[in-house]
């Protein structure tokens, strides 16, 4: 049961213009969301998290919007750059608990 | 200023032998987490330990696998009698506390290959 959900495995972006990467959750009992970002051959890292009393989160060129309602987040990349270019996951989890894993967003940021 | 160290960074057995993945979290960290990437799949959680203690093993299968984050020392993720399916990247991650404001910082992962 994926309670968390990137339906769009791959994502391809020219440098300089917008990233959206989108995630959907199912369980309302989350109350907070990250977003981590992978290189191959290497750990996940932290890129930006996000808590269920906000509904948007900036860092620099990575801004998080989280929908409650429609139980959706997503992570914007503006601009993007090549050095983006990597496997996204998105994360969420329930009063502290472990957190659930999206299934990853390739994007590749064309020079 | 170390950060979650795992080793090996490859491990390759044959199938019925036992594989040992080992974590050593962040310094001042007793939180660790395992998750397994198979191919082509998402982050799946496995086990949550604290010192001594397994809090969430939720995600671990029923069989043939174990945990353990002893008093000294890292974690071990002990897999016994391993398959083909048991091919995946394995991550190890750590927090301070229940992740929170910063979430997890993962290792680079153990490559377990069963032949």
């Known amino acids: 049961d994926q309670q968390v959900k990137q339906n769009s495995p791959s994502l391809s972006v020219q440098e300089g213009r917008i990233s959206i990467l989108n995630c959907d959750y199912t369980?309302?009992?989350?109350?907070?969301f990250l977003w981590y970002k992978k290189y191959p051959a290497e750990g996940p890292t932290f890129l930006i998290s996000?808590?269920?009393?906000?509904d948007k989160n900036e860092d620099g060129r990575f801004t998080v919007f989280l929908n409650k309602s429609a139980k959706h987040l997503s992570l914007h990349i503006v601009p993007s750059q090549p050095g983006d270019s990597a496997v996204y996951f998105c994360a969420a989890s329930a009063l502290g608990n472990q957190f659930y894993f999206g299934t990853g967003t390739s994007l590749t940021v064309i020079p | 200023n170390a950060g979650v160290m795992q080793n090996p960074r490859h491990l390759v057995r044959r199938r019925g032998q036992e594989a040992r993945l080992r974590c050593s979290p962040m310094?001042?960290?007793?939180?660790v987490y395992w998750y397994r990437q198979l191919p082509e799949e998402g982050l799946k959680f496995m086990v949550y330990l604290q010192k001594e203690n397994i809090i969430d093993e939720s995600g671990m299968p029923k069989e043939r696998f174990s945990a353990e984050f002893p008093k000294e020392g890292p974690s071990i993720l002990r897999i016994q009698q391993v398959v083909r399916g048991d091919s995946a990247a394995y991550f190890c991650a750590s927090s301070p506390s229940t992740g929170g404001a910063v979430g997890y910082t993962f290792g680079s992962g153990t490559r377990l290959t069963v032949v």
């Open positions: 310094k001042g960290h007793s939180h």
């Open positions: 996000i808590s269920s009393i906000k």
């Open positions: 369980n309302s009992m989350f109350d907070y």
